[in-house]
């Protein structure tokens, strides 16, 4: 036994056919849900709007510059390094994303992106750029109607209606073209476009359109939100990415946003430019009033006093000593800038720029690069703040790097200072040294050369600052943008929805939807449809088929209207299975009942017991369905006495049966329906009856209610030798038959078989059709709303 199941096959011949009946019954379905499916979700897509992807690349740090010994260049030549140097753009992304910025571009473009223009179609509403008929100028509005779609519609050339909500309901303004329409609520000015004149103005006075307008800061949290910035590895490059279903207007926001961007960082470097020319410009009106002085008490020397000439030997020493002091003034001003630079560092003042006063030192190198970075980190820092918060940890580690540098710088500052003040300190000896060499030279002659070398003194400062003045002005035209565009703004296509996705996703639904019902229609509803599959689904005996024919007479006995007929045919098999089904000699009683009403119970007892009479049998039909009989109207026979009227004793057994058309088959009708059919199935008359039958007849045929509805066909079995089961193609599932498994397995019922009706058979179309016989059964006779086939369908049939 091992063996055997060991080389069954996996899947069974009777396998392959099961499913090859599923798919034929049911491939219709999951084609037909996912036509539906992609055709709602090709609806769907088409209301859907399309947003767009557009995107522009900035280079930053492009070290471009006309004058490369001016003091901007030098000033920032220890931050930025050589071209290729890598640098973190992540403050930088941060800067692009702030609100100050974003709300710069939004204040510059805002006549154009304020009012969103839409035309009303049958289908869908959409949105337009540019091509509208009219545009809106909003001076003023209230802003309980922002965001609120505002219909539009053109009377003709020069007049116009508006018409929106307030408070919940409508109210219509009507204006002119290019006049201010002034309410309450609102100050607009509609404008018409260049493509609206009189010879189109029929077009546009049947269109549907609305406007929108939108707050500046609803925009301004649209762009920002929607704005991504890629910055890819070891690069300076920032890729700006934001989405609109209007690519015109994402490119011209993108535009705008790059030019605001470039045009922030260079005017913060021509800040720092003019605030170094006020620091010179102040030093040099200083000086020169001093000089003014000097010369003034120079003049008034030479007028009062007689001059003497000095030799050469004094010229000499005066200018050693003029050296020295004009050095010294050179130092004093060094340590002013340096007091300047650690007061404005200790004090931490504006971040946004450096005390000028440090481009004085611009022959320490050390200095000027360390300032630099201070002030680029500053810039940094006060950028990040402007998207971010103090606790930010890029904010803290940029605000301890800064912290840091002051510290590097103070020291620095506090070294030169010492470092200055002894080089101070000794040209300030060489100094008395010559004074008190000089002092030998006559006093007026002293006096004058003092005088001459406070306006040396001064002079060469003088022109010292004149030199820086004209190098800062000259950086003043070298500065240029250290941020360029690379790539303008361009269209990367549809970013969402991506309609062949969702018409697929709609398509693969309604695929999982037809499965789904094709597997409960299997589970549930699936009917049993030829003898095959009915003993492949129970042990039980099949006796056989009746097949399914169109156009049957409503009433008479088919197998003797129709002798030759497929249904006359099936009914002699029927005939000749049934000697087999009992081998036991004697009259046999054949109780012939069903599941629910239309199956053909009714037609199967009838036309049975028809062909056995045929077949020279004795046969006896007992109409024992009390509750619906419907073997007296199939046989056109009134039902005056019969089995009700036996059973409480009104008439005789044997007067109360009737012939029939059909030789030796006879019928006890139910005679009048009594109000307690059920009871008199149990009545002891009953058997009396049905013995009679059994001695007298061949066969007993007993037609029963529908064992599905009613208890008295299980009843009855005891007394039958066999028990044919109805079933119906239309009705037979395998549901159903588990639970008439179970009943006949309960009740321990023997000689049980199912007959299969309404069997369709193509094969067999062409034999049936070449004689020519039309005729068929259906739903017969009703049992309640259903209708049972009492005559097994006598009557049109339902296809």
């Not at 119906?728 to 038959?737: D, G, S, V």
């Amino acid at each position: 036994m091992a063996t055997q199941k060991k080389n069954e096959a996996l899947v069974s011949l009777n396998d392959l056919k099961a499913v090859w009946r599923i798919f034929a019954r049911n491939w219709y379905i999951p084609l037909i849900f996912v036509g539906i499916s992609y055709l709602l979700g090709y609806f769907y897509t088409y209301k859907l709007t399309n947003i767009y992807g557009i995107s522009t690349q900035i280079l930053l740090n492009t070290n471009e510059q006309y004058y490369s010994q001016s003091l901007i260049n030098e000033s920032y030549a220890g931050s930025k390094g050589d071209y290729g140097r890598y640098v973190d753009n992540t403050n930088e992304s941060k800067i692009i994303q702030s609100y100050n910025l974003i709300s710069k571009v939004i204040e510059k473009i805002k006549t154009k992106i304020q009012v969103s223009y839409f035309i009303v179609g049958k289908i869908r509403t959409t949105e337009y750029f540019t091509g509208m008929p009219f545009s809106v100028y909003v001076n003023s509005i209230n802003s309980s109607l922002y965001e609120q779609k505002i219909k539009f519609n053109i009377v003709d050339q020069n007049n116009y209606s508006i018409a929106l909500l307030l408070n919940g309901k409508e109210k219509t303004y009507k204006g002119q073209f290019d006049k201010e329409l002034i309410t309450e609520y609102f100050n607009l000015k509609i404008s018409r476009q260049n493509n609206f004149s009189g010879t189109n103005a029929g077009t546009f006075q049947a269109g549907q359109f609305e406007f929108q307008v939108h707050s500046l800061d609803a925009l301004i949290s649209q762009y920002q939100s929607g704005l991504s910035i890629e910055n890819p590895d070891y690069t300076n490059i920032l890729k700006i990415s934001c989405q609109d279903v209007i690519p015109e207007r994402a490119s011209l926001f993108l535009d705008t946003l790059a030019a605001v961007y470039i045009d922030q960082k260079l005017q913060s470097r021509y800040e720092l430019n003019e605030r170094t020319l006020e620091f010179i410009d102040k030093q040099m009106a200083e000086v020169s009033s001093i000089l003014k002085n000097v010369e003034d008490t120079m003049q008034d020397f030479r007028t009062n006093k007689v001059m003497l000439d000095i030799k050469r030997e004094e010229e000499l020493e005066f200018d050693k000593l003029t050296i020295y002091q004009e050095q010294q003034g050179q130092l004093d001003l060094q340590l002013e800038a340096l007091n300047d630079l650690e007061n404005y560092i200790i004090q931490d003042k504006d971040p946004q720029f450096l005390p000028p006063s440090v481009f004085v030192i611009k022959d320490d190198p050390y200095m000027v690069k360390t300032t630099s970075d201070l002030y680029q980190k500053q810039i940094e820092y006060t950028g990040l703040l402007s998207t971010t918060t103090e606790q930010n940890q890029s904010a803290i580690a940029l605000r301890e790097n800064i912290s840091k540098i002051k510290q590097d710088l103070l020291v620095y500052i506090n070294n030169s200072r010492n470092a200055y003040k002894k080089i101070l300190e000794n040209i300030t000896k060489q100094i008395s040294g010559y004074i008190g060499t000089l002092k030998t030279v006559p006093r007026k002659q002293r006096e004058y050369n003092g005088i001459q070398r406070k306006v040396d003194v001064n002079e060469n400062l003088y022109v010292f600052l004149l030199q820086r003045r004209a190098s800062t002005y000259i950086a003043r035209a070298s500065i240029v943008p250290d941020s360029k565009v690379i790539e303008s703004p361009r269209m990367s296509g549809v970013i969402w929805p991506d309609k062949g996705k969702i018409n697929k996703s709609f398509a693969f639904i309604g695929l999982a939807i037809g499965i789904i019902i094709v597997l409960l229609r299997v589970l549930f509803f699936t009917t049993l449809q030829t003898v095959e599959e009915l003993k492949e689904s129970t042990s039980l005996p099949v006796l056989g088929e009746l097949p399914f024919v169109r156009n049957m007479p409503s009433t008479g006995i088919i197998v003797e209207v129709d002798q030759k007929s497929r249904i006359a045919e099936a009914f002699r098999t029927l005939r000749t299975n049934i000697q087999y089904l009992n081998v036991n000699k004697g009259s046999k009683v054949v109780l012939i009942t069903s599941n629910s009403p239309g199956e053909g119970k009714t037609f199967a007892s009838i036309n049975m017991a028809a062909i056995l009479a045929k077949a020279g049998k004795r046969t006896l039909i007992l109409e024992l369905d009390l509750h619906k009989p419907r073997v007296q109207k199939a046989l056109e026979m009134e039902a005056d006495i019969g089995i009700s009227t036996v059973i409480i004793g009104q008439t005789g057994i044997k007067e109360s049966i009737k012939k029939t058309v059909v030789e030796n088959l006879d019928v006890m009708l139910s005679g009048p329906i009594p109000p307690n059919p059920s009871e008199m199935i149990l009545s002891d008359k009953l058997k009396e009856i049905i013995e009679y039958g059994k001695q007298n007849y061949d066969y007993v045929v007993i037609d029963t209610p529908p064992a599905g509805l009613i208890s008295d066909s299980i009843y009855l079995m005891q007394y039958s030798d066999i028990s044919l089961f109805v079933l119906n193609t239309k009705f037979a599932t395998k549901r159903m038959i588990a639970g008439i498994n179970e009943l006949v397995e309960n009740n321990k019922t023997e000689h049980f078989a199912f007959v299969l009706n309404g069997v369709r058979r193509k094969r067999a179309r062409y034999y049936y059709n070449k004689y020519g016989y039309g005729y068929g059964y259906g739903s017969g006779y009703g049992y309640g709303s259903y209708g049972y086939g009492g005559y097994g369908g006598y009557g049109k049939s339902k296809s």
